[in-house]
């Protein structure tokens, strides 16, 4: 399974005493969002009904789109079988069944943790999350919580902010198309930043961060480590810059769940040692590209051409996929 998309949680006693005699029924209470898709109203709408109109408000100034439409019916319903019992009402989703120790309980929401988020939101068409989620066993309610998060928050001053606006105007004036590169790099340190910052769950998207990181350091020094090496003394970066932050980044991007598929097994403490990584990872390749854009706009560092055309083999891609979409 992915190695960052997973949600750790960890089951913690908030009421009552655990129960020593077994076997009993544990209760699984989770509440989904988003509640639109159960039928349940909220602030930003996801969900339209199908058959039924809806309005859609175009902000063309920041470029989102808002729906305004009917909600679909509260869902609500139950079911039942020999080892699972479940009812639906709106968002709230409850799970019974028999268990033999409280282990066996948690293992149950675990399991339950793993596969519905990934199961519903492949079957519903848009992503689904848990908001909420408690353990009923017996007189023990147990909140099943995460474990983990991580967020970037940038902390600065006005001052600082009127300076840095100055200078990016000043660095503007001095672009050329021969600067392609810079712009494409500092393109996918932007989007490094954005998905730094997105909640829900920030883990998750911890993958997509290096590959953006690792984009905005190759479109510069290449994929090539000794390439990258030697371009990046040129540009007067450390031994330290070079094997800490840069060479890091070009290797696991091929080899932990980045750019290419990974089922495991790495260990919540390895996991961490990957996000952390990757949180310190960004503010070191912006101190990288930082040096880029000084010298790339004045001329001190080299940047390869970029090529004015697409390939060949682009536009045939392309060309098929437009047959595709057209039905041919």
């Not at 020593?20 to 339209?48: M, W």
């Not at 930043?193 to 997105?198: A, E, F, N, V």
């Not at 960004?282 to 697409?310: E, H, K, W």
């Amino acid at each position: 399974m992915s190695l960052f998309h997973f949600q750790h949680r960890d089951a913690k006693l908030e009421h009552g005493t655990l129960p020593t005699d077994f076997p009993r029924d544990v209760i699984l209470e989770i509440r989904l969002g988003p509640e639109d898709a159960f039928g349940v109203s909220c602030e930003p709408r996801t969900v339209a009904t199908k058959g039924q109109p809806a309005r859609l408000n175009w902000d063309s100034n920041e470029g989102v789109v808002r729906i305004e439409s009917e909600l679909i019916g509260r869902l609500s319903g139950t079911r039942g079988s020999e080892h699972l019992k479940a009812s639906l009402d709106g968002n709230g989703l409850q799970l019974t069944r028999r268990v033999n120790s409280t282990r066996e309980a948690v293992n149950f929401a675990a399991s339950a943790n793993l596969w519905l988020p990934a199961f519903i939101s492949f079957r519903f068409r848009t992503y689904v999350w848990i908001k909420e989620f408690w353990i009923q066993l017996g007189e023990a309610r147990l909140r099943f919580a995460l474990a983990e998060t991580t967020i970037n928050i940038p902390a600065s001053t006005a001052e600082q902010n009127i300076q840095r606006v100055w200078t990016c105007l000043d660095e503007w004036t001095k672009t050329t198309p021969k600067h392609r590169r810079v712009a494409g790099a500092l393109y996918y340190y932007r989007q490094a930043l954005r998905l730094s910052q997105l909640q829900l769950d920030q883990i998750a998207l911890t993958p997509e961060v290096v590959l953006n990181l690792t984009k905005a350091l190759e479109i510069i020094f290449t994929n090539d480590r000794d390439i990258a090496r030697e371009r990046a003394r040129t540009l007067g970066l450390t031994n330290g810059e070079i094997e800490k932050v840069l060479i890091p980044i070009l290797l696991i991007r091929s080899r932990f769940d980045i750019a290419h598929v990974a089922t495991g097994p790495l260990s919540p403490k390895e996991r961490n040692i990957l996000v952390s990584f990757s949180s310190r990872a960004t503010a070191g390749v912006g101190n990288i590209l930082d040096r880029v854009v000084q010298d790339g706009l004045t001329g001190n560092f080299d940047l390869a051409p970029t090529s004015l055309t697409l390939e060949k083999e682009k536009k045939e891609l392309i060309e098929a996929l437009d047959r595709y979409n057209r039905g041919l």
